[in-house]
C-alpha cells in the first residue's frame, strides 16, 4: 500500500493509492503526563483542548511547522496510519510532505517516523510543491508559477518552474497567528480573556481581511462569544463586529502580503512576469478567510486566485506523486 501524508501543523491527511484522501483529523495529541502512549489523537483530541485536567496535556506535535514533540508526532502518524488502512500493509512507501524550511536533522525525524509507522520506503516532498501540484498549477512547465500556502503554523510562498522550487519564503504566520490577533484583540479591548478554540471560531465565522463586494450580509454580521473577565475572574459573553475583527486580523494579514512582496522581488524578472500574467495562486486552510485574494491582488497588482478546495492541495499534490510511484519504477527499469 502507498501513502501520501500531509503532516500539517493544524491537520494531517492521509492519501492511499487507488483509493484517494482516506483521512483527515486535526494533528493533535492527546498525553498524559509523563506517559509515552496516546490516550486520544485527531478530532477526539482536539476536543480536549483547553479542557484537560492538570494531569493530561493537548499536544500539537508540529504546532510552529517544526516536529516541537517528536515522540508526539511519531504516535499519530502510527495512529493515523493504522486507523485509515487497518490490516498488515506489507512494503509501503510513504510521500511526506515536509514544510520547505525544515532542518536535516527534522527530515531524518520525519523519515524515522514514518518508518516507524510502518513504511519501507520514504520520500520526501517540499509543502509548496505539493500545493502546487495538488492546486493544479503546471508545474514541470518553464513557466513561473507562484503558490501561497497558508496553514496553522507557517505560511509558505514559492515560485516554481521545471519542476523545482526557484525561490521561496517560509514565515511562522498563519491560521495560528489569525487566532492569536484576536484574542489579543478582545483582551486589550474588551478586557475578556478568551481561549484559542474560541478564537479560531471567531474567525472562521466573520473573520476577513477585506470587504468583500457583494457579501453585505457579512459586513452586518456579528459573532457572541464567551470568556472570562479580565479584572473579576468572572465569565461574560459579549458581541464581536466582522468591522472589529478585521481590524485585529491586520497585522498578520499584512505581513502575509509583505512575504508574497519580497518573493516576488527576490524572482528572477522573466518568472515574476509569468506570475504578473498568469496569477497568485492560494492554498492552505487561511485561504478561505474572505477578502484575502482581493487585499493580496490590489496590494501586488497581480490576479489572485483560491484554489479549489484549498484544505486538500497539499495532501492531493502527495496523491499523485502516490500513484505515479509504478511509471516511476517502470522508467527507472526500463520495464
Ligand atoms: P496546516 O497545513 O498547517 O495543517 P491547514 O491548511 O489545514 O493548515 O489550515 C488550517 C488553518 O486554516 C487553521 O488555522 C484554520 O483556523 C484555518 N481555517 C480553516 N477554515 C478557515 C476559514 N473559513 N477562514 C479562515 N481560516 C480558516
Ligand atoms: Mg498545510
Not at 500493509?89 to 510532505?97: A, L, N, S
Not at 525561490?167 to 487566532?179: A, N
Request: net charge negative; hydrophobic share 40%; with cysteine.
Amino acid at each position: 500500500m502507498d501513502i501520501g501524508i500531509d503532516l500539517g501543523t493544524a491537520n494531517t491527511l492521509l492519501y492511499a493509492r487507488g483509493q484517494g484522501i482516506v483521512l483527515n483529523e486535526p494533528s493533535v495529541v492527546a498525553m498524559k503526563e509523563g506517559g509515552r502512549t496516546a490516550l486520544a489523537v485527531g478530532t477526539e483530541a482536539k476536543e480536549t483542548i483547553g479542557r484537560t485536567p492538570g494531569s493530561i496535556t493537548a499536544i500539537r506535535p508540529l504546532r510552529d511547522g517544526v516536529i516541537s514533540d517528536y515522540e508526539a508526532a511519531e504516535e499519530m502518524i502510527r495512529h493515523f496510519v493504522k486507523k485509515a488502512v487497518p490490516g498488515r500493509r506489507p512494503r509501503t512507501r510513504m510521500v511526506v510532505c515536509v514544510p520547505s524550511g525544515v532542518t536535516p536533522v527534522e527530515r531524518r525525524a520525519i523519515v524515522h517516523a514514518a518508518q516507524r509507522a510502518g513504511a519501507k520506503a520514504v520520500h520526501l516532498i517540499e509543502e509548496p510543491m505539493a500545493a502546487a501540484i495538488g492546486a493544479g498549477l503546471p508545474v514541470a512547465e518553464p513557466r513561473g508559477s507562484m503558490v501561497v500556502d497558508i496553514g496553522g503554523g507557517t505560511t509558505e510562498v514559492a515560485v516554481i518552474s521545471l519542476g523545482g522550487i526557484v525561490t521561496s519564503q517560509s514565515l511562522r504566520v498563519g491560521g495560528d497567528r489569525l487566532d492569536a490577533a484576536i484574542t489579543d484583540y478582545v483582551r486589550k479591548e474588551h478586557s475578556l480573556l478568551i481561549g484559542e478554540r474560541t478564537a479560531e471560531d471567531v474567525k472562521c465565522a466573520i473573520g476577513s481581511a477585506w470587504p468583500v463586494p457583494g457579501d453585505e450580509e457579512l459586513e452586518e454580521r456579528t459573532f457572541r462569544i464567551r470568556g472570562r473577565e479580565k479584572v473579576r475572574g468572572l465569565p461574560k459573553t459579549l458581541s464581536l463586529t466582522t468591522r472589529e475583527v478585521r481590524a485585529a486580523l491586520d497585522e498578520p494579514v499584512e505581513s502575509i502580503i509583505a512575504a508574497v512582496k519580497v518573493t516576488l522581488e527576490e524572482c528572477p524578472p522573466e518568472l515574476s512576469g509569468d506570475v504578473m500574467e498568469h496569477g497568485i495562486m492560494l492554498t492552505g486552510g487561511g485561504a478561505l478567510l474572505p477578502g484575502l485574494d482581493l487585499r493580496m491582488a490590489s496590494a501586488t497588482g497581480i490576479p489572485v486566485f483560491v484554489a479549489d478546495d484549498p484544505l486538500d492541495c497539499v495532501v492531493l499534490g502527495s496523491g499523485r506523486c502516490v500513484e505515479d510511484f509504478d511509471g516511476l519504477q517502470r522508467v527507472l527499469t526500463g520495464a
